[in-house]
């Protein structure tokens, strides 16, 4: 291989390693997690946000213990107070929910809930530092998304 295509080969792999450098960054950029859970039932583990695309995925932490009681769901609270009750945390078979794709109508989440339907009552619940905007709050951000009523 001559100078010159020597040459080239590594100003090719240098531009491949910045790129996969930035992207590995901008990945990492998307992924923000919440302090420890905390409260009578749920007090261990942490929620972490992610995105897919245009899909926010909300995910606990290994060490997160989904409570026994008869129906632990997801619950999501808002900048604004708003409380959103979503899947349960534990479903037929012994299956578990330990992952969520939040709803477009849910904008922004600042603090991930662990709720008893049957009993009516928070078992935990953990915060973000600051409320992370989801895909479908940017858009509502931008106006780049028609709002019905």
Request: aromatic residues 6%.
């Amino acid at each position: 291989m001559s100078a010159k295509g020597s040459l080239k080969l590594g100003l090719l792999s240098m531009v491949v390693a910045a790129g996969l450098f930035t992207a590995a960054n901008g990945f990492a950029a998307d992924a923000h997690t919440t302090t420890k859970f905390e409260g009578v039932k749920a007090n261990v583990g942490t929620a972490s946000h992610s995105r897919q695309g245009n899909t926010d995925i909300l995910t606990v932490s290994d060490d997160y213990k989904i409570p026994e009681t008869p129906a632990p769901h997801w619950q999501v609270v808002d900048s604004k107070g708003n409380v959103y009750l979503l899947n349960q945390q534990r479903i037929k078979d012994g299956k578990t929910n330990r992952k969520i794709a939040l709803p477009p109508y849910i904008h922004d989440v600042a603090k991930v809930q662990t709720w008893c339907s049957f009993a009516e009552a928070l078992l935990g619940e953990a915060s973000f530092a600051s409320p992370i905007v989801t895909a479908s709050g940017e858009l509502t951000n931008t106006g780049n998304m028609a709002m019905s009523r």
